[in-house]
């Protein structure tokens, strides 16, 4: 399955559109990981612990996006579009849309 953030694939003609199609990925982070954050905040750097748990949330959000759009047959999804969103003090979200289509 083909997943692009571009409204096309170069020399694939779209036969069928099947409608959007959505990925979402909750994730909570706990209180060891946010002290340990904190601290790499005050004192610079990344964080390690933030990255991986957004990496988590990313890879959940796509791979339930792609199973929507394999579902209604579609061999790929194009206009993808990511979105990262705090929604609590200990909770983030990742959500991924696009449109499932069929290529010729």
């Known amino acids: ?11 694939r003609t779209i036969r ?8 979402e990925a909750i994730m909570g982070a706990n209180i060891v990981r946010d002290l340990f ?4 905040d ?4 990344r964080s390690g612990q933030y990255e991986h748990k957004l990496r988590d949330a990313r890879v959940t959000a796509m791979s339930e996006l792609e199973d929507e759009a ?10 993808i579009d990511i979105d ?8 983030m979200m990742v959500s991924v849309s696009g449109t499932a289509v069929s290529f010729e």
């Open 37 to 40: 954050a904190r601290v790499t």
């Open 1 to 11: 399955m083909i997943l692009t953030t571009t409204h096309s694939v170069e020399a």
């Open 70 to 79: 394999r579902a209604l047959g579609a061999d790929a999804v194009v206009g």
């Open 42 to 45: 005050i004192v610079g750097g």
């Open 84 to 91: 990262y969103e705090i929604i609590s003090d200990s909770m």
């Open 16 to 23: 069928a559109y099947h409608g959007i199609v959505v990925g």
